[in-house]
Every structure is written in structure tokens, then in C-alpha cells.
């Protein structure tokens, strides 16, 4: 159990330490992230769309872009120099090779929403008090389901010639009940609902974590061993 | 038989035969819905696509169904077969998906007065097809048959475990989709002919799905024996 | 293959297609401690397959491959594997990519960098990025990470490409001081005379199978008449 952890966390620590080196994948993410959120205030009419319907929207899709710009550097960074047979090679349980993927790209999409939240809570003027810790809860349980099934995913979509095609095609479906729950939650909170109102959402986000974090622990051996 | 391409020949054969019987199936289910079967009194003409959307529905879940169950097999048992029939359903499901996107606005549209809606049933079928068509990608730009076999047992599994959360998702939201008229706990709210010509409709569609997947499944077998003919990827 | 008593590493029936090419069909292998083979052959006859598979790194469509009698799979972190890609990551240093693979072989990590950088000579070199490195630098230090953790089986593809002379002397000896560890070692090559000194036996492989195997000859020239024979015939 301990050597399962230690993995993970070698694997998740060696890949922010790469990231933070170059900072490349976190600025593109970013500035594409600030660039979804500007398009989406000059694409309405003002009077007819309110801020408090169109930031939250424009929140998720900012954050769903990014997080596939995060998502593809994960793996692609291990096809450099054969890093993926090392990877293969060692004595590691795939379910902690897995989960430290996953928690490097959690913590990159985390960051991403850091950039992203904070300019919709700015462009849009949306009552951050009002919506309270549902927020950083919503967008921290909408992430870790994100970021499960794009590292499985990923994985995948890496070894075929338009990696980056591929994953936005395979993962779309699969964006649609967190981005769901988690857009019409956030545009209850942020109308001033109670917290107790969306819970509903909360539970359903988090049922999504566990089922497909589970499926990708069982299932990342067959992904990455022939 | 051992030569692969006389079973693809036969596989071909009896599937073309099980499809003709289906096609002509459903030529006799439109001629009942037109001219036999009472026409329902709100909806009209319009509502004769109800004997051709859910039965449709039902063939696009079966695929999807089978497919998932096959993927879970695949990765147990590792036979390529396993594999083959997944991706054969994958695609007839893909045509199925297809055309209830198709049927479903042609209903649509007299009857609520939109090409298109975001109700749960028509949203649950465009993502489908999206997972399908995914899939399909997904196999097209894999080159090893290991790999492919494997990668796209796994995206199955996954679109499987993906279903039951679309169908909540997509509930949270209002529906304007008919209510179930047939699968009720009461039994069926259809007059006896309506009921005898939609059944007739599941069955026939039923039967179209065994017998596409069935030639589906012989192209894939002739294709994958001229592949390893060429030579696949070199050492 | 002549069996050595209690073989380390023993392979049955390893066949490979690729396509309708039988890649690999029905290869045996035996090898023992302190035994260093040497594999020849025509490019894209399966070499570098097989040794993937023993690495473990791919799966045979038929036979086994065991380490000490267990499955290769489960011995994982007793093989040393390296090939052409170094597995280094380019923007971390000598030191950090060495104490990620410490890390990821369960290795403990407190003192015994050091010890590592020291047996490969690249103390100098800790804090600088792969990226920066010459490509004998980057091979010494790929070598490194490939064997810190001591295994007990080393395969190796073609490891002399690309080292100056310097780099290859020092290589040979470092075979010949794993094989007195006893540590067996397995080298894909295209030129013999490369690891000549360590080698202990030999073997051609090609149509899908052993054309020539046995101890190694005296000399090289040997060597290469022997397998151009069985080559052409």
C-alpha cells in the first residue's frame, strides 16, 4: 500500500517538476482559458443575456478546453525518449501509475481554474460571496472527473497521429454529465440558492469520481501493457 | 472451414439473407403503420413515426449493449473475435444512432415545432452516436490489431459505465419527450393493432441489427485476413 | 540452446507474428548467471522483439518467458532493460531523472544517488538537464538508470552506438564486472567485435529462429565466416 502511494506520488511529483521547468502547458492552457472567457462576453447581446447565466457557462467551457490542453501534455510528455517503457518496466503497480498521472493533471487543471475562476468572477461580476465553498467544492468534484476519465483517455489518444484531434472527440461525451451537474449547480449557487439546494449535483458529481476513477485504476493495465 | 475468406463468404451470405428478411420485414411494418393501423387522434400522420423512432431507439441500445458486454469479454478472454463482433455492433449501432437523429426531428417538427430539441431521449441518442463514432475514430487510427483490440475494449467499457449518467444528466433537465407509451407499469396504453405493429417493428429491427452485425462481422474477418496477408507492422 | 544448470532466464517456444510474417517461430533461450549472449542477425529479424519480450515489454502470441522460474511480468524489478531511446526527460537533470527511477524501481533513495553518480562517473554532471547532455553523456547516464537497480538479468540493444572509443572500453569492462556479479547479460549488437571480451556466447538468429548458437569462437573473423555461412545457406 505504501509503495502503491510513494509511486504515485514520484510519478505525479516528477511531472509538476517537468511542467514547472518549462511552465509551457500552463500558460497555453491559461491564456486559452482568459481567451474562451472574452469570446463568450462579446458573443451575447448584454441585454438579454444576464452575466450571472452567461459566466458560469462561460466558466465550464473555458475550463473544458483547458483542461484538454493540460490533458494531452500528460502523455505526450512520456512518448519523448521512450519514457512510457520505462514507465512499463518498473516494478509499479499500473492502478499508482495511473493515479499519478492523474494527479499531476488534477493539480494542472486545478491551477487552470485558479487562472480561470477569479477573470469570470471579473468579467462577468459574479457574487462570489453569495455562492460561497460551493464553489471551489463543485469545481474541484467536477475536476477529478475530468481529469479520471482524460488520463485514461489520453493515454490512449496519445498513440495515434492526431493525439489531439483524437482526445476533444473521445472525451466529449464523456464531459457531459460533470459539465452538466456542474454548470447548472453553479448557476443555482451563484443566484444565491442554498448550498442544500444543489446538493443533489454534488452527490451525482461525486458518484461520477468514484465509479470512474475505480474504472481507471482497473482498466489503465490494459491501456498501457500489451 | 478453416479458410477465412469461405467463412466470410458464408457469414456474408446468411447475414445478407437474415438483412433481406428484415428490410422486407419493415417495407410490411411501413404498409401496416400507413394503411392498416388506426391513425391517433392528437398527433396524426406525423405520430406513424413512432412505429420506426423508438424501435430504432431500442436497436441503437442494443448495439451499444452488446458492444459493451463483448468489450468486457474481450478483456477477460483476449480473443480477437470478441473483438471483431464488438466493432461490427459499434458500426451497425453508429447507422442506427443515425437514423433515429434523422427520424427524430422529421417527427419533431410538425409535432413541436422545432428541428431540433434538447430532450433527454434525442440528447441521449446524439451522444451515443458521438461514442460510437469515437470509437470508431479511435479503431481507424490504430494500426496494431493488439492495441486496437484493446483500446477499444476499453473505451466500450467506459461508454458503457457512461450511459446511466447521461440518462440522469440529461433528466435534470425538463423533457417534452411523449411519455413512455408501451413500457408503462400497467401495461401498454396502446389500442391492440398500434401495439401488434410496433412489436412487429422491434422484432424486425431486431432482426436487422443480427443481420448487419452478422455481414459487418464477415467484412471485418475477410479484412483482417488481407491485412496479415499484406504483413502488419515489422519488428 | 545448450541449458546451463539452474538458468536464470529461460524462454520456451516464443513465437511473434507480425501480420502473416512469423516473426519469431518457436525460439528457445536459456541463459545463466555470470553468462553473457551475444545476438546477431539481419536487420528486422526479431532481435529487438525478443528482446522486448523478455524485457516483458511485449507479449509473445505463444511460449513463456521466466526469470528464475517466475514470469517475467512478476519479476520486473530484477531485469535491466535499454534499448535506443535513453527514457530520460530532457528538462530534468542527470540527478533527477536518476532519483525518479530509484524512486519508481522502490529504491531506497537517501545516499544511494550518490554511489550511482559516482560508479557512472557523472558526479560532475548531476545538476545538469539531459537536454544539455553530449550523446555518450546521455548514453552513460541512460545506462545509469537502466541498471541502479542491481538486476539480476541485463538486456541491452545495441548499447555501443554511438560511443566513442573511451565510452565502449569502458562499457566492455563494466559487462565483464556485472558478469563476475553474476549477473546475466544479454547484448544485441551489429558489429561483434563491440563487447567482444565480455561475450560468452553466441548466437544468429534469423528465418524466425537460431541459425547459430554456441560458445563464442576465439576470434571475431571466426565469428563472422561461421555466421555468414549459415546466413547465405
Known sequence: MGDFVRIALALAAKDLRVEFRTRSTLLAAGIFAALVLVVFNFSRDPTAVPDAVIGPTALWVAVAFAAVVALNRGFTLERAHGAMDALRLAPAPRGALFLGKMGANLVFVLLVEGIAAPLAVLFFDLPLATAGWGLPLLLLLASVGLVAVGTLLSAMAVRTRFAELMLPVLLLPFLVPPLTAAAGASVRLFGGRPLSEVVGWLRFLAVYDLVFVTLGLLLFSAVIDE | ?235 | MPSSDAPLLEARGIARRYGRAAVLAGVDLTLGAGECLLVVGPNGTGKSTLLRILAGLARPDAGTVTLDGRPVAESRGRLGYLAHDTFLYDDLTVAENLTFAMRLQGCEVAGALDAVLARAELLSHRDRLVRHLSRGLAQRTALARALLHSPALVLLDEPYTGLDAASSTALTAFLLELRGAGVGVILVGHRPEEGWDAVTRVAVLARGGWVLEGSRPATVPEFEARAREVLVG
Open chain 2, 1 to 235: 472451414m478453416n479458410d477465412p475468406l469461405a467463412r466470410a463468404r458464408a457469414l456474408l451470405s446468411v447475414g445478407g439473407w437474415i438483412t433481406l428478411v428484415a428490410l422486407l420485414g419493415a417495407a410490411a411494418v411501413v404498409v401496416l403503420a400507413l394503411q392498416f393501423t388506426p391513425t391517433e387522434a392528437s398527433q396524426g400522420l406525423a405520430q406513424k413515426i413512432f412505429y420506426l423512432h423508438p424501435p430504432a431507439a431500442w436497436g441503437a441500445m442494443l448495439a451499444f449493449a452488446l458492444c459493451g458486454i463483448a468489450s468486457i469479454a474481450f478483456l477477460f478472454l483476449g480473443d480477437l473475435r470478441l473483438d471483431r463482433f464488438a466493432a461490427s455492433s459499434a458500426e451497425v449501432g453508429l447507422a442506427f444512432s443515425a437514423v433515429m437523429l434523422t427520424t427524430g426531428p422529421i417527427w419533431g417538427k410538425p409535432i413541436w415545432g422545432t428541428w431540433w430539441d434538447w430532450d433527454p431521449r434525442l440528447t441521449l441518442t446524439l451522444l451515443l452516436f458521438f461514442l460510437f463514432l469515437g470509437y470508431g475514430a479511435l479503431r481507424n487510427a490504430l494500426h496494431d490489431p493488439r492495441e486496437r483490440a484493446r483500446y477499444s475494449a476499453v473505451v466500450g467499457i467506459m461508454a458503457l459505465v457512461l450511459v446511466p449518467f447521461i440518462h440522469l444528466s440529461v433528466y435534470l433537465f425538463r423533457t417534452i419527450h411523449p411519455k413512455p407509451v408501451v413500457l408503462r407499469p400497467d401495461g401498454p396504453a396502446l389500442p391492440p393493432e398500434m401495439l401488434r405493429t410496433f412489436l412487429l417493428s422491434v422484432a424486425v429491427f431486431t432482426l436487422l441489427y443480427v443481420g448487419l452485425v452478422i455481414m459487418r462481422y464477415a467484412l471485418g474477418l475477410a479484412r483482417d485476413h488481407a491485412e496479415s496477408l499484406a504483413g502488419g507492422d515489422h519488428a
